[in-house]
């Protein structure tokens, strides 16, 4: 299984590199350098077509293509979505750049008013552009709301790409796409690109709405958290690993873009029916509780790679859970007791008070009926509490593992805020754990 | 760690794209 990801993944990487060089190979195979012409020129006009290649194929890396997204994981694909598109950002502002540095007299195509057509698509372009990267990397601090952010972040980048197509095929004409083999690649990225957006936009959404889900029941939870079971409209339903995650769009159609991704918290062996644990935490969370049965909710799933059917040989497994993170682990524990799966487990479970503990109830009962051993840590315990109390420690963690899990065929999940994930991912380090064996998935991105 | 390697991993494509771009402009010394 794990040697199939990894040729997945090269057989991925290798079409990456194929698409982001074939433009410049083309370039250097295909075209002849002009005498008259300073190389400098032709840098910047590289920088550009590299740049836009790497843009264009983001399209490919957020369109939800499953096959892409299962070898490497959909948090590691946006994580590199980020990362290359700021590689994409600096390559396309430095094209106009070296143009100024070149020739201080191309700074009149600034002038968007006066310039010629291709310059104002151009300009226009990084205009779009600086507010792209500027509003993804400060969406917090500007005090973004995700829903406006992720939207206007989709109209944004459309209008980048097709500006810079515009550009290129208005100004590159009269030099490097008069080579056919150029014009050619140029267009079968405009083609493939259109196409992607057709998918994405229309396609996609239009099969969420066919394969639509009911809410059947809406409950509330400790923690200020309400789970919310779903059942398919229509017959079909899809299977999931446990530890997966889903879109789901409330309140509106799949066309309006305002998805938001929840963990699976049922058990896997139940596909005809499909729960979601969510905490009122912010606007959109917090209307989740009004949602009434026999709503329509719309599921764009099962994504992720958080899930322990990838480690099918593990011998131990160990949990670890911040408040609300429990919820992917929940749907583990829960496959794990329909699977009569016996493998030893050890929770560690990490909330603010006893009171809030979501799915207290239910973890005391699958601790009789898996291999389970739950340590709870507390903030603030009751009074004659005798467990844990505070955030969880190496020294915790040390004193509740048998020496014999400290080896290669133990397995450690963990979900919680983004400052405890790290914190726990280093004291796991610290114990002797190797990177490999440390599982977890980051979404907060922007 | 994944992330690690998907970032290494951009910093080698956006090198690499940078020599070919350097190529490419400087075809006519380097070919």
Known sequence: MKNTGKWKRTLWILLFLLLVFTPIGILIGGTEPSPSRSPWLDFSVALGFIGLALMAIQFALTARIKPLKEPFGSDVIYHFHRQISIAAFLFILAHPITLFIIDKRYLYLLNIFQSPLAAKFGVSAVIFLIAVVISAEYRKKLRIPYTFWKIWHGILTTLVVALALLHVFLIGSTRYLAYPAVKAVWLGYTAAWLLLLIYTRILYPLKLIRNKYHVKTVKEERGASWTITLQPARKKSFHFKPGQFAWLTIWKTPFSDTEHPFSISSSSEHPEEISFTIKDLGKFTSTIKNL????????????????????????????????????????????????????????????????????????????????????????????????????????????????????????IFLCGPQIMMDIVIKQCMNLGFDQKQIHYELFNLV | MQYKQAKSFVYIVSLLALLLTLAFAFRSFVF
């Not at chain 1, 603010?352 to 315990?381: C, F, G, M």
């Open chain 1, 292 to 411: 009434q049965p026999g709503q329509n909710v719309y599921v764009d799933g099962p994504h992720g790679s958080f899930t322990i059917d990838r480690y099918p040989e593990a011998k131990n497994l160990i949990f670890i859970a911040g408040g609300i993170g429990i919820t992917p682990i929940m749907s583990m524990l829960r496959s794990m007791a329909d699977r009569n799966d016996k493998r030893p487990v050890k929770l560690f479970y990490n909330n603010r008070d006893w009171d809030s503990v979501t799915y207290r109830e239910e973890i005391a009962v699958l601790e009789n009926k898996l291999n389970l051993q739950v340590i709870h840590t507390l903030e603030k315990p009751p009074q004659k509490w005798d467990g844990e109390t505070g955030y969880l420690t190496e020294s915790i963690l040390q004193k509740h593992l048998p020496k014999s899990w400290f080896q290669k065929n133990t397995e």
